[in-house]
């Protein structure tokens, strides 16, 4: 596990990029009512409401055919009746991420939109796994998967200096990316993602699972959010759609065996998983970055 001072590191991190206020008021706060149980459909309505385009959006989404609807909802309160709050959940995360990913940034050496890309890959095959394989809901897995490297961008914002010297200086051939990070950096994105996480209030599983997704975990059963989350970027590295183009994910032994156990569910999984990224666009606007 990561030491005292990653941890501090990691937060010192953390305050200078939430005093940036990189990511939007109403996204934050919307992040922490839903997970507050007291919080009602009309609560969250009145802070949609100070955002006119995530009114659009999430009006959008309901009125989509994906939930194909005969009656147009016209009201915030009634479409979140309508897709529920780990969708809602997930939409907000997904706008705050992406207006995230579309900011300047000095670090023009690093491509925020491969990085996209790859995180929006990520969590379709983790909601796909989650689904498909284990028959459990996919929403907290998709979370993992978009989630789960938003600590490269916060290292890139809080501290440019540094995070360039470490994506320069990174060879894959010598190198684990974490231990690289860490030396340059003081932490990693593994420790940055959990107190971001963690600081949401969102569940502990999804917290743990982006806390360890470089970690071989040998224990780590396939149905838990932390294996769904490996075998995803496993998924998506045969695919190329790569953060780090030379980066391979190492699966444990539990993990691949898993996987090769049931070769013909995942094959199918990667065949279908272009079409699903275009189904998700419908939903999440996951390619428009």
Same mark, same amino acid.
């Given at each position: 596990?990561?030491?005292?001072? &990653? ?27 839903? *997970? ?5 459909? &009309? ?12 009114? +659009? ?11 194909? +609807? ?28 992406? =207006? ?17 890309? !790859?995180?929006?890959?990520?969590? #379709? ?7 498909? /394989?284990?028959? #459990? ?9 978009? $989630?789960?490297? %938003?600590?490269? #961008?916060?290292?890139? &914002? ?16 010598? !190198? ?13 994105? &593994?420790?940055?993602?959990?107190? $971001? ?8 599983? #999804? ?6 997704? !470089? ?10 959010? %932390? ?14 759609? +790569?953060?780090?183009? *030379?980066?391979?994910?190492? +699966?444990?032994?539990? $993990? ?9 569910? =995942? ?15 419908? /939903? ?6």
């Amino acid at each position: 596990m990561e030491s005292a001072d &990653q941890i501090n590191v990691a937060t010192a991190f953390l305050k200078k990029f939430t005093r940036m206020k990189t990511i939007p008021a109403v996204a934050t706060r919307l992040i922490t009512m839903i *997970e507050n149980e007291d919080s009602t459909f &009309q609560d969250f309505e009145e802070v949609i409401k100070i955002d006119p385009t995530l009114v +659009l959006r999430v009006l959008k989404l309901v009125n989509s055919s994906y939930f194909a +609807l005969r009656t147009k909802i016209k009201r915030v309160s009634e479409a979140i009746a309508f897709i529920g709050i780990d969708n809602l959940r997930n939409l907000v995360v997904v706008d705050a991420l992406k =207006y995230l990913f579309q900011k300047d940034s000095p670090a023009d050496f690093f491509s925020r939109n491969r990085l996209w890309f !790859h995180c929006a890959a990520v969590s #379709i095959s983790c909601q796909m796994i989650a689904e498909r /394989i284990f028959g #459990i809901k996919g929403e907290d897995a998709f979370l993992c998967g978009i $989630l789960h490297d %938003s600590g490269l #961008i916060v290292e890139g &914002q809080a501290a440019p200096d540094k995070f360039k010297e470490f994506y320069l200086s990174y060879i894959p051939e010598k !190198h684990l990316i974490t231990d690289h990070e860490t030396l340059i950096m003081g932490t990693d994105h &593994q420790v940055i993602g959990y107190l $971001l996480t963690r600081d949401w209030g969102l569940p502990c599983e #999804i917290r743990e699972a982006i806390r360890c997704h !470089h970690k071989n975990l040998e224990k780590t059963g396939p149905e838990s959010l %932390s294996g769904i989350l490996q075998m995803a970027e496993y998924l998506v590295f045969r695919l190329e759609r +790569l953060a780090y183009p *030379e980066i391979k994910t190492v +699966l444990s032994p539990l $993990l691949l065996g898993h996987m090769k156990k049931n070769i013909g569910e =995942y094959k199918a999984i990667a065949d279908d998983l272009p079409n699903e990224i275009k189904r998700a666009e419908e /939903i999440y606007s996951l390619e428009k970055v």
